[in-house]
């Protein structure tokens, strides 16, 4: 899971702040996570189409996804054409054509490329696991409505924003009509919920190496069981901040 590859820091795609910069993975780092990923998994990026079906199952697969829509989609998108690869993009539809974030002709182009475009959401809410079940539906309804209509396809995949997972989040999407959802968990096992396919992701971070990225594409152990153990304390202190959660750990970011 990747978020905004920037060609420099401060380059504005995206959401801003410290939280969000901690995900902004430069363009250069970014071919050198290109490079060692295709040296170690010897196989091009899968795609969620690969997994949705009868008895689903990962195998060898691996999979390049991109979260929140920023402006820095379309180079990245470029890149991995160039290279005969395609990733998953998905985009909060009510962001498409603000400052920072990808446009419409942007969306049109990214599937163009042969990339998968999914539902982020359709305005990002934190967290969006609070949200009641109706809101929950416009969420994930709205925004593939809207995605399907600029593409001229369905769009049946979706990730959850922030990491807010919950039973009820994926049951919405299912009813929405998503097929699949990406969640942050790190974790290689899918599971399903009402039909609709879950598959957890590695996060990477600005601070991730080419050497981790590449064993977690592979399937290595290592760098997802570690990943694991801080995402379970992260979850935990998300289960007791409640919405306060983030303005808690944006306050310590900046102050950091």
Same mark, same amino acid.
């Given at each position: 899971?990747?978020?905004?590859?920037?060609?420099?820091?401060?380059?504005?795609?995206? =959401?801003?702040?410290? +939280? %969000?910069?901690?995900? @902004?993975? *430069?363009? !250069?780092?970014? /071919?050198?996570?290109?490079?060692?990923?295709?040296?170690?998994?010897?196989?091009?990026?899968?795609?969620?189409?690969?997994?949705?079906?009868?008895?689903?199952?990962?195998?060898?697969?691996?999979?390049?996804? =991109?979260?929140?829509? +920023? %402006?820095?989609?379309? @180079?990245? *998108?470029? !890149?991995?054409? /160039?290279?005969?690869?395609?990733?998953?993009?998905?985009?909060?539809?009510?962001?498409?054509?603000?400052?920072?974030?990808?446009?419409?002709?942007?969306?049109?182009?990214?599937?163009?490329?042969?990339?998968?475009?999914?539902?982020?959401?359709?305005?990002?809410?934190?967290?969006?696991?609070?949200?009641?079940?109706?809101?929950?539906?416009?969420?994930?309804?709205?925004?593939?409505?809207?995605?399907?209509?600029?593409?001229?396809?369905?769009?049946?995949?979706?990730?959850?924003?922030?990491?807010?997972?919950?039973?009820?989040?994926?049951?919405?999407?299912?009813?929405?009509?998503?097929?699949?959802?990406?969640?942050?968990?790190?974790?290689?096992?899918?599971?399903?919920?009402?039909?609709?396919?879950?598959?957890?992701?590695?996060?990477?971070?600005?601070?991730?190496?080419?050497?981790?990225?590449?064993?977690?594409?592979?399937?290595?152990?290592?760098?997802?069981?570690?990943?694991?153990?801080?995402?379970?304390?992260?979850?935990?202190?998300?289960?007791?901040?409640?919405?306060?959660?983030?303005?808690?750990?944006?306050?310590?970011?900046?102050?950091?």
């Amino acid at each position: 899971m990747y978020h905004d590859v920037v060609a420099s820091s401060g380059q504005g795609s995206g =959401f801003q702040g410290s +939280g %969000a910069e901690l995900y @902004a993975v *430069g363009a !250069e780092q970014f /071919r050198d996570h290109r490079d060692r990923i295709e040296q170690a998994t010897g196989a091009p990026p899968s795609t969620v189409d690969a997994l949705v079906g009868d008895k689903p199952a990962l195998g060898d697969r691996w999979m390049l996804t =991109f979260d929140d829509g +920023g %402006a820095s989609a379309i @180079a990245a *998108g470029e !890149e991995l054409a /160039r290279r005969g690869w395609r990733g998953h993009f998905f985009i909060v539809t009510d962001l498409v054509g603000t400052p920072r974030f990808v446009d419409w002709d942007g969306v049109r182009a990214l599937a163009e490329q042969g990339h998968t475009i999914g539902s982020h959401s359709r305005s990002h809410p934190q967290p969006i696991s609070g949200c009641s079940w109706d809101q929950l539906l416009d969420e994930w309804s709205h925004s593939a409505e809207e995605l399907s209509e600029a593409i001229g396809r369905p769009v049946v995949t979706g990730s959850i924003p922030g990491g807010y997972y919950s039973p009820a989040v994926a049951r919405a999407a299912a009813a929405a009509g998503l097929k699949s959802l990406f969640t942050s968990e790190p974790v290689q096992t899918l599971r399903e919920i009402d039909g609709c396919l879950l598959i957890g992701r590695y996060a990477v971070r600005r601070d991730t190496t080419a050497e981790t990225a590449s064993a977690a594409a592979a399937g290595a152990a290592r760098p997802w069981l570690s990943q694991r153990a801080s995402w379970s304390l992260r979850k935990a202190a998300k289960r007791a901040g409640g919405r306060h959660y983030e303005r808690l750990r944006r306050a310590l970011l900046e102050r950091g």
